[in-house]
């Protein structure tokens, strides 16, 4: 089966690849018993501006999820260019926290006392247990947890016991340390187990941030208070968390009071028990490697060793990625923009030739100096003396020119767009108009999207000579741009705008 991916034709069409847009397609791989690799691939223009890529043919970009992990020459892409075939090896091999896929991870974890423990400070030897926190804490130090995405990513820790704390607000993942977590006496006195107000805080603050992906990780004994009752909550949370494309993970751990069950496993059916304490920091270093299972490829538009590449021609044609021995499912991608190789040069013939005839004329000149005795000058010819110029007319009347007749006084015109970066309508382009924009998610917006987490007048963007301004109109979830909330910003070029949960790249022409 083979998949096909559209690239887009036509100025539009290198104004959203100028926007580094993935086009994703999911592919098989081939003769391993089931196991698939997800490819995402894309077109990298070269920027015209950069004196070392000017001229420089398109490149292509692929994140591949799930794939082996094998050494840079043994990944290529073929093709067929003049029915023949093509195959170029990748360039360039990054690995997931070298990418620019950020995350978002919420860790949530269970903060009832008797879980924690209390041996730093009760003094009664037969009420002392221990409890996960040490080890918990040791765990995410040892894991460097706040390595565990690129740069630009986030991390929250939440803790639930009666009701639910954050620990770490929302910011950079490099802020979850164990230290972070406290000691056990802040979790004195807790008794309840709120699994359900933990998961539902933990996936509210995901839903504020505009992160390339988003896990939820869920640590405790698998209950909740009331279990019966959490079962229809966390049923419906798995439901918001796909429609927020949340991955979730969950480890259970049962102390020595905990009861048995896990309702957990109602939202997270992969929640991993495990047996001991040193369990958790196993299976949590299970998870951020998956998390990471994948790695970025770029492939060369144009091999110049081989003297040979990628047909760019603007047209669709069939590709197929190798990982080591293993052929992945070929799939259709337009190869644009046009990009034309350098022409072959025969001998420099010309050059040849003009370079002899340069000696020659050289001989003869110095034949002439040097080889001839100079001949007496002639007596100089008296020069005629010219006669005055006439003097110059007087000049008529000057001529009025007038300026800015018809042209616009305020300024050059300004035009702006937004660009849907994902959900319902990803790449849809919605063109501003002059004076003000309405954007919510029905009539009379002059811009309607509904996705779910949007206000019916959600703000608007005013246009002026001076350029574009965003007001948000006290919408529920808020106007974010560049991830900062905003009541009124002034928008430039390349700004990202996220309303609701659907991301925009502001563009703009003035």
Not at 21 to 44: F, M, Q, T
Not at 293 to 319: A, C, M, Q, S, V
């Amino acid at each position: 089966m083979k998949t096909r991916i559209s690239a887009f034709a036509g100025p539009l069409g290198l104004f959203v690849l100028a926007l580094g847009l993935v086009i994703p397609a999911r592919v098989a791989r081939a003769g391993d018993g089931g196991n698939s690799v997800e490819i995402y691939p894309s077109v990298k223009v070269p920027d015209p501006k950069d004196p070392k890529t000017k001229g420089a043919a398109p490149q292509i970009e692929v994140t591949i999820v799930g794939g082996p992990k094998v050494p840079l020459d043994k990944f290529s892409i073929s093709t067929t260019n003049k029915n023949q075939k093509v195959t170029v090896k990748a360039e360039k091999l990054r690995e997931y926290s070298e990418g620019t896929e950020t995350i978002a991870i919420a860790l949530v974890v269970c903060g009832q006392m008797i879980w924690i423990g209390n041996d730093d400070y009760e003094p009664d030897e037969t009420a002392k247990y221990q409890g996960v926190l040490k080890n918990l804490e040791q765990a995410i130090d040892k894991l460097q947890l706040g390595n565990a995405g690129p740069p630009g990513s986030k991390g929250v820790v939440i803790s639930y016991s009666t009701g639910a704390e954050i620990k770490i607000p929302m910011g950079d993942l490099k802020n979850i340390t164990g230290g972070a977590l406290g000691g056990q006496r802040d979790y004195a006195g807790k008794i309840g187990a709120d699994l359900v107000q933990g998961i539902t805080s933990g996936i509210a603050e995901l839903s504020k941030v505009s992160t390339a992906r988003k896990a939820l990780i869920v640590i405790g004994d698998g209950n909740d208070t009331n279990n019966e009752t959490a079962k229809g909550s966390l049923n419906d949370l798995r439901k918001q968390a796909q429609k927020q494309n949340i991955q979730l993970f969950g480890i259970i751990y049962k102390s020595a009071v905990s009861s048995e069950g896990a309702v957990i496993t109602t939202m997270i059916p992969t929640a991993r028990a495990v047996n001991s304490i040193d369990g958790i920091q196993s299976e949590l270093s299970a998870i951020i490697a998956r998390m990471g299972e994948r790695y970025y490829l770029t492939f060369p538009g144009w091999d110049p060793k081989i003297e040979n590449g990628l047909p760019w021609d603007g047209k669709d044609h069939d590709l197929t990625i190798k990982i080591d021995q293993q052929e992945l499912e070929p799939f259709s991608l337009t190869l644009a923009p046009v990009w034309n190789p350098p022409s072959k040069g025969g001998f420099p013939w010309l050059i040849l030739v003009g370079v002899l005839v340069g000696l020659i004329l050289l001989i003869v000149i110095g034949v002439k100096v040097f080889g001839a005795k100079p001949a007496p000058a002639p007596m100089p010819v008296p020069m005629p003396m010219a006669a005055a110029p006439a003097p110059p007319k007087p000049a008529g009347p000057m001529k009025t020119v007038m300026i800015g007749v018809g042209g616009d006084q305020e300024g050059f015109p300004i035009v702006g767009w937004l660009v849907a970066l994902n959900g319902v309508n990803a790449y849809q382009t919605y063109r501003l108009k002059p004076g003000m924009t309405k954007i919510g998610t029905a009539p009379p917006s002059d811009m309607v999207v509904n996705d779910g987490f949007m206000s019916t007048e959600h703000c608007q963007i005013a246009c002026a000579p001076g350029g574009f301004t965003l007001i948000d109109n006290g919408s529920t979830n808020g106007s974010y741009v560049n991830d900062r909330k905003v009541s009124k910003h002034e928008l430039v070029d390349n700004d990202t705008v996220t309303l609701g949960k659907t991301n925009f790249k502001f563009k703009s022409i003035n």
